[in-house]
Each structure stands twice: as C-alpha cells, then as structure tokens.
C-alpha cells in the first residue's frame, strides 16, 4: 500500500533562495490539498487541487508560493525568496471525491522546512 | 478567527482508563466532524469521523459524540494504551471542502 509521499522530508535553507517540495498523492485520489503547520498549532490550509485544477488558495499563500498538479497527478508547491516566518511543516494531502459527499484526507509525512 | 477550538493544550489520563478529548466549532456551515492523531515528525493519522446527521460514531475503541446544539463535540477512547499517546487535533469541514483544524491536545497515557 503506497499511501501519500512527500520530498525531500527536511529541508534547509538560506534566507532568499527558492525551494520546491514534492507530493505523490494516493493514486486512485483525485483531490490534493497543501496545508502549513507551525509549531503549537493546526495544520492551516494553503490550496487545493480537483486533477489537475487549482480550486481554491488561502489568502496565507501569498504570491512568493505557487502549486502546480500537471495531468493530475504529483503536485509541487514552489517557495520563492524564502523568509524566516516560512519554517514550519508542509502537508499534503489526498482524498477521493464524488459530488458533496465528505471523504477522508489522508496525510503525507510533511517536509519540515527550515529558513535560517 | 479561530473556527475549531480545542481549549485544553494537554491531558494525562491512566493506562486502562478513559480519554476525553474535547473540540468546540463557531461555524454552522461544518457538517462533517474528524479527529486525527500526530507523532512526532509523521503526518496527521485519519482517526475517526462523524456526518452532522449523527450524534454518535464508534469505531472500536474509540467513539465521536456530536452536540449539534452546543456546537460541541468529543473523542473518547476506552480503554486508554500507552500508545494512545500523541497529539490529537479536531478538524471540521462544509461538505466536501477544505479541512479546519483546531490547534490539538497532547494526550499521555501514564502507564
């Protein structure tokens, strides 16, 4: 069973450089959602994808990130210009939809991002 | 503006004895209710879940109630384990949108 994979798992990084982090959804799960945890809260959501169409961005994502999901399937979230307030752990999830009926999210191990 | 609340940051319960976990939401447009649970360095861990048609959700040892009303729900666990231990966050959607979580509740199971 593969379930939702993310790289790299950690990532360092110098303050004004880009990074791109990668998510293998579960492959049968048409929804891909990026959610940002910091330390002591929730994982807060960032955007999400329905194949390969971006349907919704969070006013957290602020025009330094960008989300691609080509042909559906993996997805990049893509840092420009890191800043300090970027650490935290990057999530992705999957989940397989039909109409308004709920499904579960199933989360990937994260990419705990490091800015210094 | 915090849409799920989880108002206790920590809870220590005795191996073999019952867990409560406790979430409140603000926002009527929740209709469907999850809890996961988080180690340390691992993603979040799908748990269990409840549709805002029910009031109740039992998945062997572990059981969602939902007060509609009060905009209140809860995670017991009966009985506790020592590997029960971990964060365990409340989270909230409208249908089938994106996912409100609320900021978890570190549970320790005293052996």
């Known amino acids: 069973d593969t379930g939702v994979s993310q790289n790299p798992r950690h990532k360092i990084t110098k303050r004004g450089q880009n990074v791109t982090f990668r998510c293998d959804p579960i492959s049968e799960h048409n929804r891909l959602y990026w959610y940002r945890q910091t330390l002591g809260q929730g994982p807060e959501f960032l955007t999400y994808?329905?194949?390969?169409?971006?349907?919704?961005k969070s006013r957290l994502l602020s025009d330094r990130f960008s989300a691609e999901r080509p042909k559906g399937s993996f997805s990049t979230l893509e840092i420009q210009r890191t800043e300090q307030g970027d650490s935290a752990m990057y999530l992705c999830?999957?989940?397989?939809?039909?109409?308004?009926?709920?499904?579960?999210?199933?989360f990937g191990p994260g990419t705990r991002l490091t800015v210094t | 503006d915090q849409q799920v609340k989880q108002n206790s940051p920590s809870l220590s319960v005795q191996e073999g004895r019952i867990s409560i976990l406790n979430c409140d939401y603000t926002?009527?447009?929740?209709?469907?209710f999850l809890w996961y649970k988080k180690y340390p360095a691992e993603g979040p861990t799908f748990l269990i879940s409840?549709?805002?048609?029910?009031d109740k959700n039992e998945d062997g040892r572990f059981t969602v109630f939902l007060n509609k009303s009060a905009k209140h729900l809860s995670l017991h666990i009966v009985p506790s384990q020592p590997g029960d231990s971990a964060v365990y966050f409340c989270?909230?959607?409208?249908?089938?949108?994106?996912?409100?979580f609320g900021t978890g509740t570190r549970l320790t199971i005293i052996p």
């Open positions: 926002n009527s447009m929740f209709d469907y």
């Open positions: 999830a999957s989940s397989l939809e039909h109409g308004r009926a709920p499904y579960e999210q199933y």
């Open positions: 989270a909230a959607r409208p249908g089938n949108e994106k996912l409100t």
């Open positions: 994808f329905q194949n390969e169409a971006q349907l919704e």
């Open positions: 409840i549709s805002s048609i029910k």
